[in-house]
DNA sequence: AGCACGCCGACT
DNA sequence: GTCGGCGTGCTC
């Protein structure tokens, strides 16, 4: 008997290895075999008869039974192809890790999923979708699976739900545990980050995303999909139901849900703050607080209740008094970010002494531009002296800090949230910097409740991002939005791929673009951007890519071409990464 | 991805 | 004369 075994190897092929005469195997289960000698754990693909004759004898399974199901294996196969990465890495890097010796750990076989009849995915909106997710799984008896952004909020619903947890916020051991129980049906919920996604459920299952829309759900590196993409396959293949949240969905589920693919439960208006703008003119040049943000700030503490103020990342650079010119990075060309005692560039990491001198005209009155929390709260300071001010105490009158402060609040927890300057997200190049936009005020919406206010501080008090968070109006902003990108051949109406090169020198990489170009022309249906560097105007970096839009069926018509590349990333001195869906 | 093999520069 | 850089190729 030999079987084949995928590693997690950047390598579409399997390995294959002899079956001694008293070991039972069976496809979807984890076996050691030695690959150049060492003893590494892979998944056995397939089983056959065959001439065993040359090849190494597989050393052992790693548990006795299969940790997927045949289901789950052509799952990840459809994944791997969709990602343009190998079958065998995105299998291992949704398992939980293998124990380090042979364990007796019970476990029970991953129940063969039964085909039911399929349900629509269901995307979940409005004010109580959390409260109607808890009262739903509360009354009912269904194996569920819940998948959290972040092992914060996993956390968070874990103990909420008193589920089992299969994030790495729990040991190895006890992900071993909770993977198998819940395959028994005893864990009935269990939840998790990304590595939980292939948790196997007995029949009939339910699968929930929370924050839908959340970046989060496709971070770098393998499975280099996005966890909404996979479980809407997962849901589809095994007839199970598919439950998608957000307050602010991706205009690529709300699209989903405008044509039917998708049913939407809308969960109605919530009670709603008042979301204001205040016009930046004149006034962000010298001070991060505009007269109507003072005001509410003092009315929230007056009232006894906290505000937060949103700063962007990175917000701060230095700029010359005299020539106007921003200081930027010689390498990559975007504006060095400052950092303690010098200035550093948040794409390639360099680090630079605080000039005291502008490099253009020699000036010497060098100040910063923009504002970062460091300086937002040393000039709210000064505004406030009798506030408490942090940019780490949750409990401060004034909390500054980046959006990701208001994650995890309970509704109506804050008096006020100030944007301090939202033109710093739009205008990110990010054909999703709306998105972002409308997320953001959202999230502080719903953070302030009805008693509380809402204040952004833009140039652009009429940006459709404002008027929908403003008017609570998820539909007029995705009909904009989706006209937009229809019109403009962007997600969810064409999909992109991500072809980036790394070198030591700008020339290396972009004859490496250029070899994968190359191989990519004549493809009908392609638009193929040229290289550009990896953001900015900088010439000199050795991180270059390019772009390429494409049909549904992007990745099938490149997988071919640009095999050879992301097979053997070491060419020339540099690496090509491609990334399929890029969020950024 | 690791790891070995292999061919050109600075050292006890 | 060797030690060691990392470019290229292979792993059942």
């Not at 004759?53 to 990840?76: F, M, N, R, Y």
Request: charged content about 25%; glycine content about 8%; some cysteine.
């Amino acid at each position: 008997m030999i079987c084949d075994v995928v590693f997690d190897l950047p390598l579409r092929r399997a390995f294959s290895y002899a079956v001694r005469p008293g070991l039972k195997l069976a496809r979807g289960q984890r076996v050691r075999a030695a690959l150049q000698g060492r003893a590494r754990v892979g998944i056995v693909v397939a089983l056959r008869e065959g001439d065993e004759h040359g090849l190494k004898p597989v050393d052992g399974a790693v548990e006795p039974v299969p940790i997927l199901s045949a289901a789950t294996l052509e799952l990840c196969r459809w994944a791997a192809a969709e990602s343009l990465s190998s079958w065998g890495s995105t299998m291992l890097s949704l398992l939980p890790p293998p124990p380090r010796a042979r364990a007796a750990e019970p476990v029970a076989p991953a129940p063969e999923p039964q085909p039911a009849s399929p349900t629509a995915p269901e995307l979940w909106t409005g004010a109580s979708r959390e409260a109607r997710l808890i009262e739903e799984l509360e009354s009912s008896q269904d194996a569920t699976l819940l998948i959290a952004p972040d092992r914060d909020t996993a956390g968070r619903w874990a103990e909420r739900l008193d589920a089992a947890r299969l994030d790495s916020g729990a040991s190895a051991s006890a992900r071993r545990a909770a993977w198998f129980a819940a395959s028994r049906g005893r864990a009935r919920i269990v939840a998790g980050t990304r590595s939980a996604l292939l948790v196997p459920l007995p029949p009939p299952a339910k699968l929930v995303l929370l924050d839908e829309h959340d970046p989060a759900h496709k971070p770098p590196g393998p499975p280099r999909l996005h966890s909404r993409d996979l479980l809407l396959r997962r849901a589809a293949l095994e007839g199970n139901r598919l439950l998608l949240l957000s307050a602010t969905p991706s205009a690529e589920t709300w699209w989903r849900a405008q044509s039917g693919h998708v049913a939407r439960r809308d969960g109605g208006a919530a009670a709603w703050p008042a979301v204001v703008s205040a016009d930046t003119r004149g006034i962000l040049r010298h001070h991060p607080v505009t007269p109507v943000l003072g005001r509410a700030i003092a009315d929230a503490a007056r009232a006894g209740r906290r505000t937060v103020l949103i700063v962007m990342r990175a917000a701060s650079a230095l700029a010359c008094d005299d020539c106007g010119v921003l200081l930027r990075c010689p390498d990559c060309a975007v504006p060095l970010a400052r950092a303690p005692g010098a200035l550093r560039c948040r794409l390639c990491g360099r680090s630079e002494p605080l000039p005291t001198r502008c490099p253009g005209c020699g000036g010497h009155h060098l100040s910063l531009f923009g504002w970062d929390a460091e300086r937002v709260e040393a000039a709210v300071h000064r505004r406030f002296p009798r506030l408490t001010i942090s940019r780490k105490d949750r409990g401060a009158q004034v909390l500054i800090g980046p959006a990701t402060v208001l994650k995890g609040r309970a509704s109506g927890s804050l008096g006020c949230v100030g944007v301090i300057a939202l033109d710093a997200l739009l205008r990110v190049p990010d054909f999703r910097a709306s998105e972002r936009a409308l997320e953001l005020l959202w999230a502080a919406a719903e953070a302030v409740g009805a008693a509380g206010r809402v204040v952004v501080q833009t140039l652009h008090p009429e940006h459709e991002a404002i008027r929908a968070a403003r008017d609570q109006d998820l539909a007029g902003f995705f009909e904009h939005e989706l006209k937009l990108r229809l019109e403009l051949g962007y997600p969810p109406f064409r999909r992109l791929c991500l072809v980036s090169a790394r070198s030591r020198s700008a020339p290396e990489a972009q004859a490496l673009l250029e070899e994968c170009g190359a191989a990519l022309r004549g493809i009908p249906g392609l638009i193929v951007y040229p290289p550009a560097p990896l953001s900015g105007a900088g010439t000199h970096a050795g991180r270059w890519r390019f772009l390429i839009k494409g049909p549904e069926e992007l990745p099938r018509l490149i997988s071919q071409p640009l095999g050879p590349f992301v097979e053997r990333r070491r060419r020339l001195g540099g690496m090509v990464e491609v990334e399929m869906d890029p969020l950024e």
